[in-house]
């Protein structure tokens, strides 16, 4: 076992030391920012973990060349994570923003400012965000990858906005970066504009709370309840997790693959790799199934789709190289806060040493132990981990309808991103490239676009209706899983004996587990949330959204006119 994780939870889980030591372990950093002078603020946005503004950096395959590593900046800097907590005018973002106020007001009190600094840091830390928020692209404009590729060299980037030094700011990190590929110009310009514009004492507040808000969570429960009354209003949550849960939370997060080498080591047997090999070669089968029947693509795109999907990697269970840790060091004598700053350096350093050398294809980006699965268009590979590897999703001793109905159609689903809104502009070696006929692609749109305007239509909450835009991707994943995992499915059958299960046909038993994974019950305020910020559609219509397209779920319930699931074969849209 990794000394480490041991070491992060008992810190973690020391409440009594926690509240002992108050404010005192981010205090130090606190009167750094308060004595930093303008120029000198692009330091602290490259070295001091915990100062989260403005904008995020980061190395990632080049969408261009994807076999090489390259660095990518990309807007950031709002406390409230979305651009349209601040820009909206309605109860919701209202209330909402009225709660950041005043966590704002209270972690900074809690550092010892009086009332008059609390509301001057409100009014900074709103006035620069808004100002952020207005120049950021929407998550439905972010979804378009060229339109976020755009490289220029860091010389001219320091030329035409000289006030964001990009070239003094990689060098504090130890880099000599000569080309970054910019993800959002407008809002590059608008952090430039406003480190040479805002008062210097506003800048340092935005600073300030910025870094209190990233420690928060990692200090005395003062804070940590700023941080839940906050959470509350935006998820709707009412009760705190345990303290255990977070505690654990943090190496999990944080040395990822530690844990979940332990995980693996008792929850994940060879022959569960063994049957998720055997359900993915059947998937690709069904989805070249797909491919061939398709009646809106052409021969020409179609020999490509086929190659792009030959050329899959697929990942399952965990990786064969676990990531070392040894060089880690936590210190117990030291604060918590102060090694959970260790931790993340040390991850940030391992994903700044890729820039400029070749991809390492083998890299996991999602730890053993997650219960998700993930589709890469960089990389053109399909993984799952083995904590998705469990009910309700897979069960290796269970009747194959639910196998194929469940984790199926999370094969099926990941399969289908190479092919959604975003992934089929990425060609099979994960370089960002037009591998269809301009006619093909037409064709895609116009029945994306009949996709958009059925979730569009639906009433998620009161006036608020689901984005069909924002979760196109999403959507088109779900439906052609469920489509390919279901002929997968019946190929499976052949000359099998088809049994009833509990009065369930084998087509029935393979919706309604399906529909079993997405079952779920959130609060309002989660609902709105999630709307606004999850590129998935809400559980329930992933259901309800989804089948009503599917003549095959139609014929296994003898849904006809009348019922609440029948939609008009006219109004009936399938693209994979």
Known sequence: MVPQIGDLYAMGMDSVRLNEQGATPILKDVETINNTKREDLIDLMATMIGVDAFFGTGVDADMMNSNMNTMYWQQGGLGLGDRDYYLEDNENTNAIREAYKSFIKNITGLVGYDSVAQQRVVDNVMNIETELAKAAM?????????????????????????????????????????????????????????????????????LVAGYISSAANFLSDDFINANFELSKVISGVQQIQPRWKRALSIPNNMLGEAVGQLYVEKY?????????LELVDNLKTALGQHIDNLTWMS??????????????TVKIGFPDKWRDYSDLTIDPSKSYWDNVKAAIKHNVDFSLADYGKPVDKSRWYMPPQT?????????????????????????????????????????????????????????????????????????????????VAQFDSIVVLGD???????TLGE???????????????????????RIDIDGFTPEQRFYLAYANVWAGNIRDEEI???????????????????????????????IKEGDKMFRPASERVVIW
């Open 138 to 206: 929407t998550r439905e404009e972010l979804r378009d990858p060229m339109a976020s590729y755009n490289p220029m060299a860091v010389e001219d980037v320091c030329k035409q906005y000289p006030n964001v030094d990009l070239r003094r700011y990689f060098q504090k990190q130890g880099l000599d970066v000569d080309t970054v590929v910019i993800g959002q110009p407008k809002s590059l310009a608008a952090v430039d504009n406003i480190l040479k514009n805002a008062d210097i004492q506003a800048l340092q507040d935005y």
């Open 371 to 451: 219960v998700n699965a993930y589709y890469s268009p960089l990389s053109n590979e399909i993984c799952f981990p083995a904590g998705i590897l469990q009910a309700p999703f897979f069960d290796p001793e269970a009747d194959d309808a639910l196998n194929y109905g469940a984790i199926g159609v999370v094969i099926g689903h990941e399969m289908i991103h190479g092919f959604d809104d975003q992934g089929r502009q990425f060609d099979k070696d994960g370089n960002l490239k037009d591998w269809w006929t301009a006619e093909d692609a037409e064709a895609f749109n116009k029945l994306a676009d009949i996709l």
């Open 528 to 558: 709105l949330s999630r709307t606004k910020t999850d590129p998935h559609s809400l559980g329930r219509w992933r259901v309800n959204g989804t089948l009503p397209n599917l003549e095959e779920f139609f014929k296994a319930f003898n």
């Open 299 to 312: 021969d020409a795109t179609k020999a490509k789709a086929h190659e792009k999907l030959s050329t899959f």
């Open 268 to 276: 994940f047997p060879q022959s569960s790799k063994d049957k998720m």
């Open 475 to 497: 959507n088109i994943a779900d439906q052609g899983g469920l489509r390919v995992a279901y002929t997968a499915y019946q190929n499976s059958l052949k000359d099998k004996e």
């Open 464 to 470: 608020t209706h689901a984005n069909g835009r924002f």
